[in-house]
């Protein structure tokens, strides 16, 4: 394999404390080594004037499986204008708020991102995801299978039996090649299998007799006692409602008391997804106002919790999630077309387009509360960009988000830019706050953050000697003053992108399609004869496939597989 | 001696039966016998044995007759074809694996081809209803453990999905319906006495080619107004009685097929359908389902999907991807005589269009691959036999509800014969030479 040292950039390394101080980064078979062992064959790309960072990790992402592809199926218009012609190192790719599996691929590669976790996998839909998975490039990917309304788990936790919970996770993860525990809108997306729903974290689960405060208290404990790279990762109740930022503090509430017990140097019990959904107060539309500081002051606070943002970019898109109870909601208030797949012991999906309009106050609103998030973290590595994509807005909008946060003007630009910015200055805080964050910032926010809430800070995230060589150098230079835009331009398009130490992207074109490989966690538990009883059973009585089928994940679905080895049997 | 293979997939219908046990002499060659399998699915199974059949490429000559030739030959004859069309049409994919639609759209890629699967002549519609509308659905799995309202809607699952009903949606006990049929109201609308209608608990008549009346007149009974005294033949009381028995339900489900899709009104019908889903919504909770007919179309429509975001009739010709039904789709691309070369997998577009495209067909360089000999084989220039999917190749196929099942090998090819992965990778490699990329 080549080797390279990339001479003279401006490096923001948080792994390191490195704060923009000019450094040479140097790699050699697919890992960062010491810039003093690099050979004299080592290809020399000079970043003088420019930004280096680790390659940035998405967290939280719709990019493959059944609701992405239904979406991109479903929505023709959503391709238009959008195609680009296959080249010498691209199939061609299309779409905008769904893109095609290459596009996602390429666009991911293209502003600097070289991992990416699909944040809602249905288990029994895994083959699904995984074959696109394969077809999406460069990125190294993992999938979230969900688990908070699974009736196994609900069952077990019924009758608050941790160990099975989290023998039966472990053979989902297995099963399924996932990477963590996710929670959907626990127990209210079962609700919805009879078209109901929960609002609160104490209402109960038609039939199952259990609320989704004792399923994610159940699931933290699973967790932490399998030890898995990652925490819990949670989309809580009450989604998209005005007044829900109680819901959101009452699910927050539920970390109380735990601590993160792993050996990967994750310390967070919970990690709270697409915040921006879950921070509105108000009783209605009409005041409907931003509730960001009540939720930062408490996550502030709380070390055992992590939280993404969910930023909203003001495009039109495709709202996608397993809470198939707020899909059904939300067609209601918009009228758009609306798909739907419930699925067996599992798991729902929705889907609805959504039009995040300047002129709608409402929309305003939730642009500054996402942004409000970030700028009252006081702790960059527990506060991570997203956009839920492409609930919020599009990834590929990542570097219009980043310039919002790093420029005051562009903020200031945009509020005065939306017809009703009255309503948006008064029912937020957004117009007074003058914080801009830093380059340091978004390598934490975007890069070691993200790694270390994920469990993966051996491997990404950080540019020290030993971690896989996933380098963007970005033509940007932060000695230099520079307009709004530049920011954007830059994030846009990385000057060089190397992920596992293969030269993927140059000058924002790709020109290698790398080495992609699926991440997944292999948890050993003790031999579980229960657990394994109760799965056949489950599945020669209610499920539509057999178990042998559901299990068969074969090589050639997960093509280049990388599994994180947890051991729990002790 | 034999051995027994269990959870074998069967590759006929879009019911996907996952549960199959085939009995298989010990050296992996024969196939004895097939458990499980509803009468057409064994059929499948056995037919893979027939003695007589072709197992070498075979070229048209000029005097009408046959030649065999090898696949290397055949592959040639393939890729220069595609190489030197204009606008060559790959039509098909329904009944092979995902892997070797995989492979079939880097070609198409490469050539600049349209790309089309058998959606174009039966649930084509319904993507285009989709596409207004949306589609609330499930998977089968809900249906069998909480559905008691049960719609077939212009099809006919006890001839063409004979296994659904007790797999899925009338026989089995579910965690919630636990007493299996007695859980559950069936309600079927054709204008035949078919004997999926003759299971029915309400058998609504329709008459022919009035389903969009019958649907909106459901529609206006869940809203309490007023109706005629007759709608497409149903009086007015029993379609308020059937539609208030799916509103007293607790989970519902239409299934359709093409009944609905290819009548007249065609993807109006369907857009109707969901609007009646949607609307029965308001008062339980129901799912719509198409009754995909082939067993694999639905991962052609999923693999289009995630590769170029168009789930059928996909153009490829400018170098981008463009959807256009009615001017994209097979039928009117042959019909208009627009297409230069034809390119069939796995399907049998020779006994399904109209004799206008087939006409077509037989005037222009075409090459079926297909395991059996079928009418479109009988008009291709080249007939390319291939090893069974699902049976002698596994692979990756989507059922009707889009529930992802590899299928699974249980018997050897006959020597030396190729599967459509393997032989589509060597059109695709030198596909690739002709055209420099290689
Ligand atoms: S119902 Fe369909 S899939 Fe099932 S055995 Fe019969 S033909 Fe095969
Ligand atoms: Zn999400």
Redesign the interface.
Known sequence: MSEYIIKNGHVFDPTQGIKGDKADIAIKDGKIIKDSEVSSKAKVIDAKGKTVMAGAIEIHAHI?G?K???G?????E??LFT????TANT??A??FS?????KTGYEYAKMGYTTAMEAAMPP??S??VH??MR?TPIIDEGAYPVFGNN?FVMEYLKNKEIENTAAYCAWLLRATKGFAIKLVNPGGTEA????LNCLSVDDPVP?FDITPAEIIKGLIEANEYLGLPHSIHIHPNNLGNPGNYTTTLDTLKLSAGYKAKNKFGREQVMHLTHTQFHSYGGDTWANFESKAKEIMDFVNKAKNVTIDTGNVTLDETTTMTADGPFE?HL?ELNHL?????????ET?AG??PYIYSPSISVCGIQWAIGLELALMAKDPMRCFITTDHPNAGPFTRYPRVIKWLMSNKARQDQIKAFKNSDKVVSATNIAGMDRELSLYDIAQMTRAGPAKSLGIPSMFGGLKPGMDADVVVYDFNPDKPSAPDQIEAAFSRAAHVFKSGIEVVTNGEVVNNGHKRTLWVNAKTKENPQVMRDVQEKFI??????Q??YE???H??VPNPYAIEVDATQ | MTKTMTDVVCPFCGTLCDDLEVVVSDDGKQLKEVYNACVIGTEKFLHSQTKDRITRPRLKQPDGSWKEVSYDEAVEYTAQMLANAKKPLMYGWSSTNCEAQSVGHEIAEMAGACVDNTAAVCHGPTVIALQDIGLPSCTLGEIKNRADRILFWGCNPAHAHPRHMSRYSIYPRGFFTGKGQKSRKMIVVDPRVTDTAKLADVHLQVEQGRDYELLNAFRVALNNEWLPDVVAGIPAAKIREAADLCKNGRFGIIFFGMGVTQTLSKNHNIDEAIALTKHLNEFTKFSIMPMRGHYNVTGSGEVLGWQFGFPYSVDLTRGFARYNPGDTSSIDLLARGEVDAMFTIASDPGAHFPISCVKHIAKIPSVCIDPHQTPTSGVSKLHVPVAFVGVEVGGNAYRMDNVPIDMRKVVDPPAGMLTDEEFLTKVRDRLKQLKGKA
């Open positions: 493959a059944p992405v592809n239904l991109r199926i479903y929505r023709p959503d391709k195609y680009q012609s296959t199939r061609m299309g779409g769904i893109p095609t599996t290459f029994l839909f083959r699904h074959e696109e077809d009736w919805w299998g009879w078209g039939y059904h067609t077309k609306w798909a739907n797949v419930d699925v067996e012991l729902a889907i609805v009585k209610y499920y539509s496939v057999t042998a089928n068969a994940l074969g050639h679905i």
